[in-house]
């Protein structure tokens, strides 16, 4: 592997992939390339070729190759329609860059075209004049759907329109007959889904509205306030009302309020991370360094930070046509990618669609061909099997979790906007993290302090009180200098209101000043106030009336200051603070124990050693030393200037070295354990960060996220070992961003087109070692980063806090902004906000996302256990001609009734004890498998139906309908069969007494048989005299109007040998057969003359069927109890699962719903139940219940305890039949 190379300061590193150019990038590199066209004659193309980036050359590649803008990334994937249109868009804004040159003219002219004065500013009137022109100074927001619009989104949503779909079958059975018997039933199950999917389809958008609401208190980009000149008077303006020409005053720790050319600089320093995502302060000046706006120094950008020092600016640009405003514009169109969960959720959809379509095409076929049923009827009967297999709860208890699951993380600090980014973040098997805020607590602390010769660790005294153990000497006359000379040269101080000092708490008091000198003034804070040790020794006053201080600078490397102090031999004292090594150059003598000690080859290496050691430690590490200026040379009164190293009149040698001072971003201290947590659930935490390498490495090393030798280490430990042999053997490794880049440049050295699955080749090799971190790296580079770890089948979850983080938030599968240090337009990218900035919340959300995953399909398996007793019925109905074992109304209770309570209550089950142990779920480990549906299907919901229909049958044969007459009986109606011509003796004589067998009575009423008259008398006939003869007529088992006819007197022929009726099942033809029915009772029957017989009992009679449907919904409801507890755990038995109170009360209110359907006078006869004998009728389904939950706990108990293949394998229980 070749050797990397630093890219030169101000050089641009190549992209050879232009689909992860950032918005800042665009701008920047399109106006590099209008520049050096112009230098073009000047150079030869090939040259000038060498010099273009391949992201500068965009532009004029992007028509052939298709590239277009999609948020602030180029895409080749976006729209095609839009392409041109955004892409004109970007070449329009390059072109303005190209052509300003507010950077370029003297300031002079510059005020003269913005019409205002360098010292006293616009006057109100020309300020109120130019508000009306340009208008306010804020960007425009994003233009939003309305709310109506989101909200009919949420309500077709893919499991959504399945329910319409079976909604709009519903209204179309009744509207075809409405008149017809169980067609309200239909119409009420329509009216029910319709009802499911608004309500669910609200919850969602609630959540969502909720999100949004909350992302409103984001909105910081603009300060409130601002320090403007107007009519040479500084006054404070609202920042929205600031107008080109003004002239502002920025202060360290101010947020620039719109692009400004600087006019006065005083060591002014800005932070660009938000916008470039360079993490380092950049020094602004008033002179021009580059012909690029977007690069050179004397400019500095609406929405960046004064970190340090102070400046004056001139309002250029305001608003959307600041750098902050094209690029939030850049960053238009853009689909979310669509989440993993709601991909599961359609491929379910695909899959219950096609097996219940093509179930209701089956039995439409087998009812038309093979029962000769009439086409309405064949076709109720399929839509009927198609509603029948769609869980019409599932919609509302997915929903309910989910928003039960983001209320639970909105408690743990962290904003889910998008419900199912709680499933993704669960699925996720990669994360790739910043550093600074995330992992780390973004507060520079001091860590150790080196004085007399010795290394000692710097405990804060505010953290951890007085009863700790100390290693360093508040007395100690050398950290007392130490102590003076940082405090004196730090202008960090406190922000503090309150009078009383005693009840600050100093650690998390607001600074104002650098990271650096904040942690100097928290550590040296309860020592001494910082504000006495400033008193005690005064800075000395220049004759301007400053004091005498020349602030740090990278070409000095230090920062210096003069006190007051007045010893025998001295008046005043040189305080100076920077890199140690650089101010090692300058002492002669090192303080010890208050003592000089001149300084020798064996204190250097003490010195050169503890310097390294801090350096690896990934610790910035600070310098101090003080020099006694001779009275002689300075006496007192003397004028100081410090304008420049130049200007001063002493010497930068002799100074006394005091000691050393290192400064970390510690970690959070949850990170660690957060981070172990990740290794142990399978999830690779990749670090990207902007700091150096060595810090990067330490930190990584800290957390636990590189706990083996890195790369570099093997190499410094054996310098003949080669970079591919350490590459191998390391499982550890720290990328700099450069290398990234050069890897590109290797692979693309010749120009060629370059197929996908080449590029990036390096890239993604590095991503495979099993611990990295990405160091230094570039907006464009952490994108490219997340981009390698997906290519190699990661399911990436990335965080970020800056504008230019939002292309890799947006590329990763869930995107994590900070809440706190994010940027409203990172915030807006992401699916997830981390409202307390700490990783540990990741790891929550992971955690809460796979249970969620888990309590889904334990939710499923429940649902689709009873889904199946529900099409079942239909199939005994089409196939053998059943009665129809379940009728609608209690398909309904049971979908939306009985089994939505104990679904819901999974989203309360408590994590499974394995969840963050196991590897995260491959892409082809769906929510719902074929295991699943097998499981669920065809091993619980053959138990639960085989209860349903073993009640059913029990029941039939209690009221005088054993099971093999019921089958064979079922397919006697729809047999067409003719009846012999009766003749009578002697006319009208024949006529048998009430008292004779019961199969003697007439069939003048029999509803079932139709007649031809023989004569205009025929009414009057005892026994009809047909000339054609009888036909039946399909038995409709529901028509109230036939209930209480006994089938005996109506299922009969008539023996020509005996001239008598008989009925037509043997079953029946005992004179016994009363006997048959449990609760016959032959006082109720009305045995009159010429009457068919009526009782009001149910035995032998349609109005059976209610019982035995009755009986098959208690048997389901029985069942579904012991299913509830059996989903429970996928491994571990019930007994050791967590209590979960809410199924508890979901199991009661089940039981209290079929007692209340079943037992409750008016309300059984509404439902269509009846109140069964439940010693008799409701218990044959409980053997059934008690079967699953032993089956169940056998199958978990062979999946924990049957001997594996092999340590890392599944057993063969848990290969076969874990779901």
């Not at 009208?988 to 048989?1009: C, E, I, K, R």
């Not at 109890?1121 to 059996?1126: A, Q």
Request: with cysteine; proline share 5%; hydrophobic share 40%.
């Amino acid at each position: 592997m070749s050797q990397y190379r630093q890219l030169n300061e101000g050089e641009f590193p190549p992209n050879n992939n232009p689909q992860i150019i950032t918005g800042y990038e665009i701008l920047r590199q399109s106006v590099n390339l209008g520049l050096r066209q112009n230098q073009e004659a000047r150079k030869s193309s090939l040259k000038a070729a060498a010099l273009v980036s391949r992201q500068s050359q965009m532009y004029a590649q992007a028509k052939e190759k298709g590239i277009a803008l999609n948020e602030t990334i180029v895409n080749y994937d976006a729209p095609t329609n839009n392409k041109q249109d955004l892409l004109k868009k970007a070449q329009n804004k390059g072109e303005e860059y190209r052509n300003m040159d507010e950077h370029k003219i003297d300031v002079i002219a510059l005020s003269q075209r913005y019409e205002t004065s360098l010292t006293d500013g616009l006057t109100e009137e020309q300020a109120m004049a130019k508000n009306k022109q340009y208008g306010d100074n804020k960007l425009t927001e994003k233009k939003k759907k309305p709310w109506w619009i989101k909200l009919i989104l949420e309500m077709v949503q893919p499991f959504s329109i399945l329910l319409w779909i079976a909604s709009i079958m519903c209204f179309v059975l009744y509207g075809v007959n409405p008149n017809a018997l169980g067609a309200k039933s239909n119409l009420w199950l329509a009216i029910i889904l319709i009802a499911i999917i608004l309500l669910t389809g609200s919850i969602t958008y609630n959540q969502s509205a909720k999100a949004d609401a909350l992302m409103e208190g984001f909105k910081n980009f603009l300060p409130q306030k601002c320090i403007a000149i107007r009519g040479g008077e500084k006054v404070e303006v609202p920042a929205e009302k600031l107008v080109p020409g003004d002239i502002i005053e920025i202060k360290m720790g101010d947020k620039i309020p719109a692009d400004v050319r600087i006019i006065q600089s005083r060591e002014m320093k800005v932070d660009n991370s938000a916008l470039t995502g360079e993490c380092d302060p950049l020094l602004r000046v008033t002179e021009l360094t580059s012909e690029n706006p977007l690069e050179t120094k004397n400019l500095a950008f609406f929405g960046t930070l004064c970190k340090e020092g102070s400046g004056k600016g001139l309002v250029i640009q305001i608003g959307d046509n600041t750098v902050m405003g094209q690029i939030a514009d850049l960053a238009t169109g853009g689909e979310t990618p669509e989440t993993p969960l709601n991909k599961e959720l359609k491929r379910f959809v695909i899959l219950i669609s096609c097996i219940a379509v093509g179930l209701g095409i089956l039995f439409l076929i087998l009812s038309l061909v093979v029962e000769d049923a009439s086409v309405d009827t064949a076709v109720g009967q399929a839509i009927g099997i198609i509603v029948a297999n769609v869980p019409e709860g599932l919609l509302g208890c997915i929903t309910v979790s989910l928003a039960i699951t983001a209320k639970r993380l909105a408690d743990k600090q962290v904003l889910v906007k998008n419900l199912e980014a709680v499933e993704t973040l669960g699925s996720t098997s990669c994360i790739c993290s910043d550093k600074t805020g995330t992992l780390t607590q973004n507060k520079m602390t001091v860590a150790n302090v080196w004085y007399d010769g010795l290394k000692r660790v710097a405990l804060n005294k505010l953290k951890h009180g007085r009863n700790t153990e100390y290693e360093y000497d508040t007395n100690d006359p050398t950290f007392r200098d130490l102590h003076d000379c940082a405090i004196i040269t730090s202008e960090a101080k406190f922000n503090i209101q309150a009078k009383d000092k005693a009840t600050i708490n100093w650690l998390e008091t607001p600074t104002i000043g650098d990271a650096s000198e904040t942690a100097l003034i928290k550590f040296f804070q309860p020592i001494e106030d910082i504000e006495n040790t400033r008193q005690r020794r005064q800075l000395v006053e220049l004759s301007d009336k400053s004091l005498a201080k020349m602030p740090f600078n990278s070409t000095n490397k230090f920062s210096l200051c003069i006190v007051n102090w007045e010893t025998q031999d001295s008046y005043y004292c040189v305080y100076i603070k920077g890199a140690p090594e650089k101010l090692w150059t300058f002492s002669s003598y090192l303080l010890v124990e208050g003592r000089n000690q001149p300084i020798d080859e064996q204190i250097t290496q003490k010195f050169k050693s503890v310097n390294v050691s801090f350096g690896k430690g990934g610790e910035r590490v600070l310098g101090f030393a003080k020099f006694h200026l001779p009275r002689s040379e300075f006496q007192k009164g003397y004028k100081f200037n410090l304008n420049s190293i130049d200007t001063l009149k002493f010497k930068l040698e002799g100074f006394t070295f005091l000691g050393l001072l290192s400064l970390m971003d510690p970690p959070k201290e949850t990170v660690p354990q957060a981070i172990k947590k990740c290794q142990s659930a399978g999830i690779k935490v990749i670090m990207v960060t902007g700091d150096q390498p060595p810090t990067a490495g330490a930190i990584a090393k800290q957390i636990g996220i590189i706990t083996g030798k890195t790369v570099d280490d093997l190499l410094e430990e054996n310098p003949s070992m080669s970079y591919d042999e350490a590459f191998n053997l390391a499982p550890a490794i720290v990328i700099h961003g450069d290398m990234i880049v050069q890897a590109l440049e290797e692979e693309n050295q010749n120009g060629d087109y370059v197929p996908e699955h080449m590029k990036d080749r390096r890239l993604r090799s590095w991503c495979s070692k099993p611990q990295v971190v990405f160091a230094r790296t570039s907006p464009a580079q952490k994108l490219m980063i997340v981009r390698a770890c997906q290519y190699i089948g990661h399911v990436v979850g990335v965080t970020g806090d800056g504008v230019n983080d939002s292309p890799a938030i947006k590329q990763g599968d869930i995107g994590i902004s900070m809440g706190i240090s994010g940027s409203d337009v990172t915030k807006d990218a992401a699916d997830m906000i981390l409202l307390n900035d700490d990783f540990a919340s990741i790891v929550d959300g992971v955690e809460e996302g796979r249970k969620i995953f888990d309590n889904l399909k334990k939710t499923i398996v429940y649902l689709l256990t009873s889904n199946i007793t529900e099409v079942f019925p239909y199939v005994g109905e089409i196939a053998i001609g059943l009665p129809l074992p379940l009728s609608n109304a209690f398909i309904l209770t049971i979908c939306i009734g009985t089994d939505i309570l104990p679904a819901i209550s999974f989203a309360y089950e408590e994590a499974e004890i394995d969840i963050m142990t196991r590897k995260p779920r491959k892409k082809d480990d769906h929510l719902v498998s074929l295991r699943l549906i097998t499981h669920a299907y065809l091993l619980q919901g053959i138990i639960a139906t085989s209860a349903g229909f073993f009640s059913y049958f029990s029941t039939m044969n209690e009221y005088g309908f054993p099971p093999q007459l019921l089958l064979s009986f079922m397919n006697t109606p729809y047999q067409k069969i003719p009846w012999p011509t009766i003749t009578l003796a002697n006319g009208q004589s024949y006529a048998p007494p009430p008292t004779t067998w019961v199969w003697d009575l007439p069939n003048m009423n029999n509803p079932f048989l139709t007649t031809q008259p023989y004569s205009p008398d025929w009414q009057q006939a005892p026994i009809l005299t047909v000339q054609e003869g009888f036909q039946r007529t399909p038995l409709n088992w529901i028509n109230p109007e036939i209930i209480y006819y006994d089938l005996r007197y109506i299922f009969v022929y008539y023996d020509q040998n005996y001239q008598r009726w008989f009925p037509t099942f043997e079953e029946w033809q005992n004179q016994n057969s009363d006997k048959l029915c449990r609760y016959f009772d032959r006082s109720d029957y009305l045995l009159e003359q010429n009457q068919y017989p009526i009782n009001t009992n149910a035995c032998f009679k349609t109005a059976a069927l209610k019982y035995a449907q009755t009986s098959y919904f208690v048997a389901v409801v029985l069942v579904q109890w012991s299913n509830v507890f059996s989903c429970k755990q996928r491994k571990m038995s019930v007994i050791y699962s967590p209590i979960n109170v809410v199924m508890f009360y979901g199991v009661l209110l089940e039981t209290l719903i079929f007692i209340f359907i079943v037992y409750i006078p008016g309300v059984n006869n509404w439902f269509g139940a009846r109140p069964v004998d439940i010693l008799n009728l409701g218990m044959p389904g409980l053997p059934y219940s008690m079967c699953l939950f032993c089956w169940e706990e056998l199958r978990k108990y062979f999946i924990r305890n049957y001997a594996k293949p092999d340590k890392y394998s599944p057993n063969f229980f848990e290969a076969n039949s874990l779901w």
